[in-house]
């Protein structure tokens, strides 16, 4: 199922559907292209697994909210809905410059995250448990053998920047409970819990979640730095002045912008990136792009041809 499917389409409702409505397609759906009534064919399990997945966001308010608003993006672990709005707001609205050359909002769709193929499985992707570990070897016929505990598992944990600045609990589907993130946790360090990995004769191992810190759309990551290009009008790298700036947590920075800037120029602010391992946060590199005006109009070929005499 690629990013741009249509779930309204999947069912056959239209977007303004009511619950029952997507509750009486679904349920047509589900009867005819049922596994039990199609043995031995691989297309209609495949559709039936489509009209599920369409089916568990439609149904849920939440996710067909964020469904509605951002697109299979907005289903994803760790998409920050109000850092997304407002970087929409910042980069829809930029000083009135709509029209040629525009601004890209980034990617496939907010953030770029790809298919939608994994998007609705559990948390961690699968079953949490698997084949027992080995019984290892006792202490011959004289003595028992010894119980050993479970393997340790690790599993994936997308949690958003702000999160990971602020800390807070996140809900666990399929392992039970909630689990406290450290504020200021890095991408790729681990959270363990105690008993949650595979059963054992000797007990349960440990559950380590691997911390993966999902960057806001609109930026890119470069070790612990993120950068987001800002588009800035002519008169702004002449003359300099103030440009607000969506920060990735989701708030606004006023960027003073220096006279005589030039494309591609960086500009930082500090400690505002991703979490650093030894403490901190990295940085926030906001590389300036000029974006000339287009078109024809006779006055605007003249300023340009005065423009050209101070190169």
Known sequence: MSNDTDLYGILGVAKGADTDEI??????????????????????????????????????????????????????EGFDPDAARNYQRWAGGFGGMGGGGGFNVGGSGLGGFGDLD????????GNLGGNLGGMGGGFGRRGPQVQRKGRDVERRLTIPLRQ??????????????????????????????????????????????????????GYRAEGDDLTIDVPITVAQAVKGGPVDVPTPEGTTLTLKIPAGSQS?????????????????????????????PTGDDPALIELVEALDEHY
Not at 177 to 189: F, L, R, S, T, Y
């Open 164 to 217: 990971a600045v602020d800390g807070g609990e996140v809900h666990l589907p399929g392992v039970g409970g909630n689990v406290k993130v450290p504020a200021g946790i890095a991408d790729g360090q681990k959270i363990r819990l105690q008993g949650k990995g595979q059963a054992g004769p000797g007990g349960a191992g440990d559950l380590y979640l691997v911390v993966n810190v999902a960057i806001p759309p």
């Open 118 to 125: 994994d998007l609705l499985g559990s948390l961690f992707g």
């Open 264 to 292: 591609g120029q960086r500009l930082r602010a500090r400690n505002k990136g991703l979490p650093r391992r030894g403490g901190g946060r990295g940085h926030l590199f906001m590389q300036l792009q000029v974006r000339v």
């Open 23 to 76: 509750k009486k397609a679904y349920r047509k759906l589900a009867r005819k292209y049922h596994p039990d009534r199609n043995p031995d064919d691989p297309a209609a399990e495949a559709r039936f697994k489509e009209i599920s997945a369409a089916h568990a966001v439609l149904s849920d308010a939440r996710k067909r909210t964020l469904y509605d608003e951002f697109g299979p993006d907005g289903l994803r």
